[in-house]
């Protein structure tokens, strides 16, 4: 049974940064693209940026591009969210999921194409 484990988050002010981290085990880790997805009160989960198994490839939501980075170790099985320069609009919680297929060589943005997730991790910014 795979099992994905967020954390990192907190309350910054704006400006500031954080890193999420997500620890995975079970299944082969390197074989599946991770994304990192958020979601706010009301709002609809959305993509964050996507990261291949290789990790050679990623993909960013224009709201996030040249302020998030996404990175990952797969001798640790663990997929990053460095963010920096946070805004108050970044407020949410963050989750990380696994892609549904196996050698995925596209990057599906959203939810319901990811079948495992973490309970998720909270970040908020103070403006």
């Known amino acids: 049974q795979v099992q994905l484990v967020e954390s990192g988050g907190g309350l910054v002010q704006a400006g500031g940064s954080l890193r999420l981290s997500c620890a995975a085990s079970?299944?082969?880790?390197?074989?599946?693209?991770m994304g990192w997805f958020r979601q706010a009160p009301g709002k609809e989960r959305a993509v964050v940026a996507l990261?291949?198994?290789?990790?050679?490839?990623?993909y960013y939501a224009d709201s996030v591009k040249g302020r998030f980075t996404i990175s990952r170790d797969n001798t640790k099985n663990t997929v990053y969210l460095q963010m920096n320069s946070l805004e108050p609009e970044d407020t949410a919680t963050y989750y990380c999921?696994?892609?549904?297929?196996?050698?995925?060589?596209?990057?599906?943005?959203?939810?319901?194409?990811?079948?495992?997730w973490g309970q998720g991790t909270q970040v908020t910014v103070s403006s």
């Open positions: 079970g299944g082969t880790f390197s074989a599946y693209a």
């Open positions: 999921g696994r892609d549904r297929d196996w050698r995925s060589t596209t990057f599906r943005t959203t939810y319901w194409a990811y079948d495992y």
């Open positions: 990261i291949s198994g290789s990790g050679r490839s990623t």
